[in-house]
Nanobody
Framework: QLGGAGGGLGQPGDSLGLSCTGS????????MKWWRQGPGKGGELGAG????????DYADSVKARFTISRDDIKKTLYLQMNSLKPEDTAVYYC?????????WGQGTQVTVSS
């Protein structure tokens, strides 16, 4: 299972952070991802991180503004979002594949508006 926290309301240029805690699987052994779905839009893979945290990948839309990280001791995935834009408004989901199972967080709303 994955549980999320953080997000909320911010203004353009603000920073917000998300977290996602894993349970029921060996968190450190799996790559993790942050997806997002904006209003009226399809899902977008925003960022990914491999097990060990040595490789990170970002969508062009968030590159240089968002930072994905993980703390395997705390079994927690993070997304630091800086220089927020209105188009970052979305529900954000953490995600991983464990064997044949997809684990999704419950979704966290991020709204960027002036």
């Amino acid at each position: 299972q994955l549980g999320g926290a953080g997000g909320g309301l911010g203004q353009p240029g603000d920073s917000l952070g998300l977290s996602c805690t894993g349970s029921g699987f060996i968190f450190s052994q799996f790559s993790m991802k942050w997806w997002r779905q904006g209003p009226g839009k399809g899902g977008e893979l925003g960022a990914g991180i491999n097990k060990g945290g040595t490789l990170k990948d970002y969508a062009d839309s968030v590159k240089a503004r968002f930072t994905i990280s993980r703390d395997d001791i705390k079994k927690t995935l993070y997304l630091q979002m800086n220089s927020l834009k209105p188009e970052d408004t979305a529900v954000y989901y953490c995600h991983t594949n464990v064997g044949f199972s997809n684990y999704w967080g419950q979704g966290t709303q991020v709204t960027v508006s002036s």
